[in-house]
């Protein structure tokens, strides 16, 4: 099975939040003997600044493990610092509590704590509070998918840590705007940031930090295909957390490496990193990690062809995926699973994992397109083969009759009527059922031809229908259009599987009718990714203009739906938009399930414009800019390396002249 964008995608997104979360917010495991000590002093000491401290103390201790009992300390340590008006105490326990509605990903909570937080900080003119405040609220837009807020509070947060030497904070605030930065497609910025921060935590000698700041770097370097860089960095990053014994982070680090050998197709040394991560995590408990790295040796264990051997692996994986409701790692087991029943040789349960995994994975609309055509075709072939035999046999028993009939035409005269009724009525029976069955027969005809046009331009189906085959052609002028969902992976996972697939549902249904409106093919949907295209299979003149107008119109259709999921106070996807115009070969692939589809660097180019874009905007590329400049308002926005183009030039489309 061949992994498609959305697949590789997920497995990234998903390697960077797990790399993130184990690593950034891996604490060694608190010990008892020091949360004994704080209750201690909670309870015995007279002054209630102190009982303040140990709430604040005691938040931090639970954060992790316990977040209800780490809520109900900040709130007592709240109310002790009100009853006595201790400011400071006030403003710490907010920021405590804000940490917790943080880590339940409860940001409107989160959010409301943090800025009563800095409001006391402010007052007090405690600046080192006022900075970390900020890193705070900031981190909360950057969750929310609300990027330029969350620079501007990084960018507060900086200028302040820098005006009072508070070199940590600041290399937290290169660590999350180059995270930012990372998450849009920009990775020179990305890594620039993120070099500054590892520059100083080498100065201020923390070796934990450091390890993160390699780990982040060997990030970039991977989503932008260097994995020799990548893995030196991983390595680097490996070697501290060792020297540190920082079990989960090593986990962590094993994972990422395994990663990178398996994009190099190492296999075997894929799976000796993999397997390295998994035994730490079963030594921590950590089913999130068992589940990655069970389903990582599946996969590996598939590309090594020892189905038998994946198989078990998989099985854990999505056992545990289950346990924690994780429905990515759900998805990724029941791909493993398809792929190991099938290369068994047991198809049926391959298939049966396969559709699961596209529940899970794929827009319905697709899936559930896919399946009626091939239901109606089975069902067309079957009535139409059982119509011709019983064709065939009313043809055969009327042969037969006119043979008696001659064979006892000297019967006599009533005997003879009698026969010539009978074979009259026959013949008229036989065409009259030959009739029906032609109208059973075009009928079925009818609706599985209107099916196969639902998913292939009409000329390309007619091709199809008349020769059994369509050749590939090239297109000399064809703009071509990516859209892809910002932060989807961190999104789906507050949505059940039905809510999901509806919401996908709702948006690339908006999308298709766009498609007829402007004159666009769509082309395929891969996972939460839309591609289309303007000028095929029919060239024309006008697509670079056609297509630009169905982008700002999309992205007009996702502001509307945007702010409709605001007003619910629900969760909401934001759209980037890439376009690029030039030469493509267009064609069908495959022998079952036909697809239309299309190749060649034109393609590649527009995925780059849309990885490379901002939510709400459409970024289209140079070439389009000069077919389009004189009907559009559009704002350059600097050069992006293209593999085997160069630099290509990249503009924001404003409006319409």
């Known amino acids: 099975m061949k992994i498609n964008k959305l697949q590789i995608n997920l497995r990234r997104q998903l390697l960077f939040i797990f790399c993130f979360i184990m690593l950034t917010f891996n604490v060694p495991a608190q010990n008892q003997h020091k949360i004994?000590?704080?209750?201690?002093?909670?309870?015995?000491?007279?002054?209630?600044?102190?009982?303040?401290?140990?709430?604040?103390?005691?938040?931090?201790?639970?954060?992790?493990?316990?977040?209800?009992?780490?809520?109900?300390?900040?709130?007592?340590?709240?109310?002790?610092?009100?009853?006595?008006?201790?400011k400071k105490g006030i403003s710490d326990c907010y920021n405590k509590i804000g940490n917790i509605y943080e880590a339940q990903c409860n940001y409107p909570a989160a959010l409301e704590n943090y800025k009563k937080s800095l409001k006391i900080r402010e007052e007090l003119g405690n600046k080192k509070g006022i900075a970390r405040s900020y890193n705070n609220i900031g981190a909360i837009y950057k969750d929310q998918g609300n990027y330029p807020l969350a620079l501007e509070y990084y960018q507060k947060s900086l200028v302040i840590s820098d005006g009072i030497g508070d070199k940590q904070e600041m290399s937290y605030c290169y660590n999350s705007i180059g995270n930012i930065h990372r998450e849009q497609g920009n990775y020179n910025q990305a890594l620039e940031y993120y070099q500054k921060s590892l520059k100083i935590e080498e100065e201020l000698g923390d070796k934990q930090e450091m390890s993160y700041c390699y780990n982040n770097i060997g990030v970039v370097y991977s989503d932008h295909g260097n994995d020799q860089l990548a893995l030196e960095n991983y390595q680097k990053s490996l070697k501290i957390l060792e020297e540190l014994g920082d079990k989960k982070g090593m986990a962590g680090s094993y994972n990422n490496i395994g990663e990178i050998y398996s994009f190099k197709c190492n296999y075997t040394k894929g799976i000796e990193y993999y397997q390295k991560s998994l035994k730490i995590y079963e030594e921590l408990g950590d089913k999130q990690g068992m589940s990655l790295n069970y389903n990582n040796v599946a996969n590996l264990y598939n590309k090594l062809k020892e189905y038998k051997i994946a198989m078990p692996f998989a099985q854990k994986g999505l056992q545990i995926a289950k346990e924690i409701g994780t429905l990515l790692?759900?998805?990724?087991?029941?791909?493993?699973?398809?792929?190991?029943?099938?290369?068994l040789g047991n198809y049926k349960e391959g298939m049966e994992n396969y559709v699961l995994f596209n529940h899970?994975?794929?827009?319905?609309?697709?899936?559930?397109?896919?399946?009626?055509?091939?239901?109606?075709?089975?069902?067309?072939?079957?009535?139409?083969?059982?119509?011709?035999?019983?064709?065939?046999?009313?043809?055969?028993?009327?042969?037969?009759?006119?043979?008696?009939?001659?064979?006892?035409?000297?019967?006599?005269?009533?005997?003879?009527?009698?026969l010539a009724v009978l074979i009259a009525f026959l013949i008229l029976w036989s065409l009259q059922l030959k009739k029906k069955d032609n109208k059973i027969i075009a009928a079925e005809k009818a609706k599985s031809d209107e099916l196969l046009l639902n998913i292939l331009?009409?000329?390309?189906?007619?091709?199809?229908?008349?020769?059994?085959?369509?050749d590939a052609r090239p297109f000399d002028k064809v703009s071509v259009l990516f859209t892809d969902f910002k932060g989807f992976t961190a999104i789906a996972e507050k949505f059940s599987a039905e809510k999901l697939v509806a919401e996908l549902d709702l948006c690339f249904r908006a999308f298709d009718q766009l498609m007829s409106k402007y004159n666009v093919e769509k082309i395929k949907t891969i996972g939460d990714s839309y591609m289309c295209a303007g000028g095929i299979p029919i060239p024309n003149t006008t697509n670079p203009i056609d297509i630009v107008k169905c982008g700002l119109e999309i992205q007009q259709f996702m502001k509307t739906y945007k702010e409709e999921r605001i007003e619910k106070n629900e969760p909401f996807f934001e759209l980037r938009i890439g376009i690029h115009t030039g030469p493509i070969v267009a064609g069908i692939v495959g022998l079952k399930k036909f697809a239309y589809d299309i190749w060649g660097d034109t393609v590649n180019i527009a995925s780059r414009m849309e990885s490379s874009g901002e939510v709400g905007k459409v970024n289209i590329s140079g070439a389009t800019y000069e077919l389009v400049k004189d009907h559009f308002v559009c704002t350059y926005r600097g050069k992006i390396l293209a593999k085997n183009k160069g630099e290509v030039d990249m503009y924001f489309v404003e409006g319409i002249i």
């Open 457 to 470: 331009p009409s000329e390309i189906a007619e091709e199809l229908k008349k020769n059994g085959h369509s």
């Open 36 to 86: 004994d000590s704080l209750l201690n002093v909670l309870n015995t000491s007279k002054q209630d600044t102190n009982k303040v401290k140990a709430c604040t103390g005691l938040c931090d201790a639970y954060l992790r493990s316990n977040p209800d009992t780490a809520k109900y300390f900040g709130n007592l340590g709240l109310n002790l610092a009100t009853k006595t008006n201790y």
């Open 360 to 418: 899970l994975d794929d827009s319905i609309f697709n899936l559930e397109k896919q399946k009626q055509i091939a239901q109606m075709e089975a069902i067309y072939q079957n009535e139409k083969s059982q119509k011709e035999i019983e064709i065939k046999e009313v043809q055969l028993a009327k042969k037969e009759i006119e043979i008696k009939h001659q064979e006892t035409i000297t019967i006599a005269f009533i005997v003879g009527f009698v």
């Open 329 to 343: 790692l759900e998805s990724i087991a029941y791909q493993n699973l398809s792929e190991s029943y099938k290369g």
